[in-house]
């Protein structure tokens, strides 16, 4: 494969990424959020292995992997039986007003690729153009986490996040060292555990796993 | 060798008490493994001192003056918070408050935090730093939620999401400063170690780096409870079991700060600006004015001293802001005297909780009557934290003061309006709590003497008088953030 073959194979995959993070956004029903969080793991995936290919980097295939088992598999599955055992309803809220979240969003994607304009023309990697898209993944998972009151959704949020932190690894520098990807992926099977026993106190405690209801917290009551 | 014994004892500790679980003898397992922490601590302190600064283990440990300091104190405030905790969690046992499980978790969680904080100070790779903060939020998010009430897991989970989503922009910024670093030092760890970032600071690209410290203050200043990013704080302090209020306020705060310090010397360095600097200033100010304002409005004693914490987080964050040798003098010793205060403040504040059976401030009266001990102790650590001298409090925040009086003059009279509005707030709170005839719903209580004591007798011998190695661990450090 030529070069521009790859890149052009990155971009595609790059905007793939993009798409499925507006479509979590204003995803309504769980089991739709779950499979667009495996649908966005799985492109990273292929992306991160296409860019180890082009440039070489073998380390950058067991990120793949990683990606691969972790979350494509292993957390969708985990998210899977909780909401099965928790006898969370199928349709989980209704998003307030989705044309506004769409155009934040539209926003923040702007705002990311000025924001990375500097790096872009520093950069000599093939990958350089898909920083901004990173970043506006890393953006619309806050924005996701800000928007929706429900406890799966807000962890599905940090999760997409986390999916663009690791798109950013790739595409800025073709991964992080392999100590620090593994360590990384280490924290998110123990936060994956503990949100997992979260979801059962919170549904215990509140009835729900609304977050709207945790609001005893406030100032000068 | 103590370096390694400072890592792999509390790891060690932490599986040991995961299976020794709800037994009688568990919290002396506990304090036994602070304790040889402790004792490695000073030994890798005599190590550093002696020797100057080392690097272990295939540069992947990194020892100076600034973090074996902090290394010693998060040893020592570890080992008498499992002190206080002994007689603490036994009595919250008794009042059926915690379970079984409950004290398992409690003590494993403990050292395990404890790990992760040692491996964030140790470790000469930013890239493992991340990790180890994500561990430590993540070791004590289930402490926070330990009494299972419903405040306690929303703060708890207000916690988790809130400490999540900030620390996963210190990622990104991390990863910026890899991909500047990468350009000079080459690809690799080599690329990530602060010791190679530190030497070839001056060859990093200023306009990416000054990128990248946007996301790391953002991240780490979460972590640090600095104003905007603050709301998690007074939440998880208040709601989780109070030893683990004393080492979040004591400990995780000043590693937090510790990482934002250490990314700012390498990023003034690139840029030759005042730039990280004036930042952290910034956002040290805002947190020293709207922490002091709200201190006036708190009815609950943990959530007002918290506050507190929030402040004082402020003043240090300022200070290193500031630079120059006298403001990072001071701040150094600000996050010593203020870490040693706040934990006794706590360990005081968890008693007279326990005696009134309430956290609410207008139900805790009588304190010197009742149990003198506890009454002073909590009467010296309020004037102490807010700065009276002759307490140690006092000799950082007038070394702060007198910089800020000469390298940033226009900053003067919102740091003054800050400290006075704090001082009024939290004298007008404590002085009913420790005065007062005895309410008839007080029990008495056996209390832990010693950890009390120590940490204010050192809070005021080194108000007091400065000790020589102190003072030269002090200007060696001041030297290395120069």
């Given at each position: 494969?030529d070069?521009?073959?790859?890149a052009?194979?990155?971009?595609?995959?790059?905007?793939?990424?993009?798409?499925?993070?507006?479509g979590?956004?204003v995803?309504?029903?769980?089991?739709?959020?779950?499979?667009?969080?495996?649908?966005?793991?799985?492109?990273?995936?292929?992306?991160?292995?296409?860019?180890?290919?082009?440039?070489?980097r073998?380390?950058?295939?067991?990120?793949s992997?990683?990606?691969?088992?972790?979350?494509?598999?292993?957390?969708?599955?985990?998210?899977?039986?909780?909401?099965?055992?928790?006898?969370?309803?199928?349709?989980?809220?209704?998003?307030?007003?989705?044309?506004?979240?769409?155009?934040?969003?539209?926003?923040?994607?702007i705002?990311?690729y000025?924001?990375?304009?500097?790096?872009?023309?520093?950069?000599?990697?093939?990958?350089?153009?898909i920083?901004?898209?990173?970043?506006?993944?890393?953006?619309?998972?806050?924005?996701?986490?800000?928007?929706?009151?429900?406890?799966v959704?807000?962890i599905?949020?940090?999760?997409?996040?986390?999916n663009?932190?690791?798109?950013?690894?790739?595409?800025?520098?073709?991964?992080?060292?392999?100590?620090?990807?593994?360590?990384?992926?280490?924290?998110?099977?123990?936060a994956?555990?503990?949100?997992?026993?979260?979801?059962?106190?919170?549904n215990?405690?509140?009835?729900?796993?609304?977050?709207?209801?945790?609001?005893?917290?406030?100032?000068?009551? | 060798?103590?370096?390694?014994?400072?890592?792999?004892?509390?790891?060690?500790?932490?599986?040991?008490?995961?299976?020794?679980?709800?037994?009688?003898y568990?919290?002396?397992?506990?304090?036994?493994?602070s304790?040889?922490t402790?004792?490695?601590?000073?030994?890798?302190?005599?190590?550093?001192?002696?020797?100057?600064?080392?690097?272990?283990?295939?540069?992947?440990?990194?020892?100076?003056?600034?973090?074996?300091?902090?290394?010693?104190?998060?040893?020592?405030?570890?080992?008498?918070?499992?002190?206080?905790?002994?007689?603490?969690?036994?009595?919250?046992?008794?009042?059926?408050?915690?379970?079984?499980w409950?004290m398992?978790?409690?003590?494993?969680?403990?050292?395990?935090?404890?790990?992760?904080?040692?491996?964030?100070?140790?470790?000469?790779?930013?890239?493992?730093?991340?990790?180890?903060?994500?561990?430590?939020?993540?070791?004590?998010?289930?402490?926070?939620?330990?009494?299972?009430?419903?405040?306690?897991?929303?703060?708890?989970?207000?916690?988790?999401?809130?400490?999540?989503v900030?620390?996963?922009?210190?990622?990104?910024?991390?990863?910026?400063?890899?991909?500047?670093?990468?350009?000079?030092?080459?690809?690799?760890?080599?690329?990530?170690l602060?010791?190679?970032?530190?030497?070839?600071?001056?060859?990093?690209?200023?306009?990416?780096?000054?990128?990248?410290?946007?996301?790391?203050?953002?991240?780490?200043?979460?972590?640090v409870?600095?104003?905007?990013?603050?709301n998690?704080?007074?939440?998880?302090?208040?709601e989780?079991?109070?030893?683990?209020?004393?080492?979040?306020s004591?400990?995780?705060?000043?590693?937090?700060?510790?990482?934002?310090?250490?990314c700012?010397?390498?990023?003034?360095?690139?840029?030759?600006?005042?730039?990280?600097?004036?930042?952290?200033?910034?956002?040290?100010i805002?947190?020293?004015?709207?922490?002091?304002?709200?201190?006036?409005?708190?009815?609950?004693?943990?959530?007002?001293?918290?506050?507190?914490?929030?402040?004082?987080?402020?003043?240090a964050?300022?200070?290193?802001?500031?630079?120059?040798?006298?403001a990072?003098?001071?701040?150094?010793?600000?996050?010593?005297?203020?870490?040693?205060?706040?934990?006794?403040?706590?360990?005081?504040?968890?008693?007279?909780?326990?005696?009134?059976?309430?956290?609410?401030?207008?139900?805790?009266?009588?304190?010197?009557?009742?149990?003198?001990?506890?009454?002073?102790?909590?009467?010296?650590?309020?004037?102490?934290?807010?700065?009276?001298?002759?307490?140690?409090?006092?000799?950082?925040?007038?070394?702060?003061?007198?910089?800020?009086?000469?390298?940033?003059?226009?900053?003067?009279?919102?740091?003054?309006?800050?400290?006075?509005?704090?001082?009024?707030?939290?004298?007008?709170?404590v002085?009913?709590?420790v005065?007062?005839e005895?309410?008839?719903?007080?029990?008495?209580?056996?209390?832990?003497?010693?950890?009390?004591?120590?940490?204010?007798?050192?809070?005021l011998?080194?108000?007091?008088?400065?000790?020589?190695?102190?003072?030269?661990?002090?200007?060696?450090?001041?030297?290395?953030?120069?």
């Open positions: 494969m070069i521009q073959t790859v052009q194979i990155i971009n595609f995959l790059a905007a793939m990424v993009l798409l499925t993070a507006f979590m956004l995803q309504r029903r769980i089991y739709g959020l779950i499979h667009l969080f495996a649908w966005q793991g799985l492109f990273l995936s292929v992306s991160t292995a296409i860019v180890g290919y082009a440039a070489g073998p380390h950058l295939y067991i990120s992997v990683l990606t691969l088992t972790l979350k494509v598999i292993l957390l969708p599955y985990i998210l899977n039986a909780l909401i099965h055992k928790l006898k969370i309803r199928k349709e989980i809220e209704t998003v307030v007003n989705v044309p506004l979240t769409m155009l934040i969003g539209i926003a923040l994607v705002f990311s000025s924001l990375t304009a500097p790096v872009r023309e520093m950069s000599t990697l093939v990958t350089r153009s920083l901004a898209i990173a970043l506006a993944t890393v953006m619309i998972g806050l924005l996701m986490m800000i928007t929706r009151r429900h406890a959704t807000q599905i949020g940090f999760l997409a996040m986390e663009g932190l690791f798109f950013a690894a790739t595409s800025a520098t073709y991964g992080m060292p392999l100590v620090v990807e593994l360590g990384v992926a280490i924290d998110i099977l123990i994956a555990f503990i949100f997992g026993i979260f979801f059962f106190h919170i215990t405690t509140f009835d729900s796993l609304d977050v709207e209801q945790m609001a005893r917290l406030k100032e000068g009551e | 060798m103590p370096l390694l014994i400072l890592l792999v004892v509390p790891l060690f500790a932490a599986v040991v008490l995961a299976f020794v679980g709800d037994r009688k568990a919290p002396e397992i506990n304090i036994a493994g304790a040889a402790f004792l490695a601590g000073i030994a890798l302190a005599l190590d550093v001192y002696n020797n100057g600064p080392m690097l272990a283990g295939n540069k992947f440990f990194f020892v100076d003056a600034f973090n074996v300091y902090l290394a010693v104190l998060t040893s020592f405030v570890s080992m008498t918070t499992a002190i206080f905790s002994r007689r603490y969690m036994r009595r919250e046992r008794e009042h059926g408050r915690v379970g079984h409950g398992r978790f409690y003590h494993a969680m403990f050292q395990l935090f404890i790990f992760a904080m040692f491996l964030c100070l140790l470790t000469n790779n930013i890239g493992v730093l991340w990790i180890a903060m994500e561990l430590a939020t993540l070791s004590t998010v289930l402490l926070v939620s330990l009494y299972r009430t419903p405040t306690a897991i929303e703060a708890a989970w207000k916690y988790f999401i809130l400490c999540g900030g620390i996963a922009q210190a990622l990104f910024g991390t990863v910026l400063l890899y991909f500047a670093a990468e350009k000079v030092l080459g690809e690799g760890g080599e690329a990530l602060w010791t190679n970032l530190i030497q070839s600071s001056g060859k990093l690209e200023p306009t990416i780096l000054s990128l990248a410290f946007v996301f790391l203050m953002v991240g780490y200043g979460t972590k409870g600095l104003v905007p990013l603050h998690w704080l007074p939440d998880a302090h208040s989780g079991p109070t030893p683990i209020s004393a080492v979040l004591g400990l995780l705060l000043n590693i937090a700060l510790y990482a934002l310090v250490r700012k010397a390498i990023v003034d360095g690139s840029t030759h600006t005042h730039y990280a600097g004036n930042i952290m200033m910034g956002f040290g805002i947190s020293i004015l709207v922490a002091a304002f709200s201190l006036l409005r708190q009815k609950d004693i943990k959530r007002m001293f918290s506050y507190s914490s929030i402040e004082h987080m402020g003043i964050t300022f200070a290193f802001g500031l630079g120059g040798p006298i990072t003098y001071g701040a150094l010793l600000h996050m010593l005297v203020h870490s040693l205060a706040k934990s006794s403040i706590f360990f005081t504040v968890g008693h007279a909780s326990q005696m009134h059976r309430t956290q609410d401030m207008d139900k805790i009266k009588g304190l010197i009557r009742g149990k003198p001990l506890v009454g002073w102790g909590m009467m010296f650590g309020a004037m102490a934290i807010v700065g009276m001298p002759p307490f140690g409090i006092f000799t950082s925040e007038f070394l702060i003061l007198t910089a800020t009086i000469k390298d940033a003059p226009l900053m003067t009279p919102f740091l003054l309006l800050g400290l006075a509005v704090a001082f009024a707030a939290v004298f007008r709170k002085q009913p709590m005065a007062g005895i309410p008839p719903y007080q029990k008495s209580m056996k209390v832990a003497h010693l950890p009390m004591l120590l940490h204010m007798a050192i809070v011998a080194v108000g007091l008088y400065m000790p020589g190695f102190l003072n030269q661990w002090f200007h060696k450090a001041v030297q290395i953030l120069k």
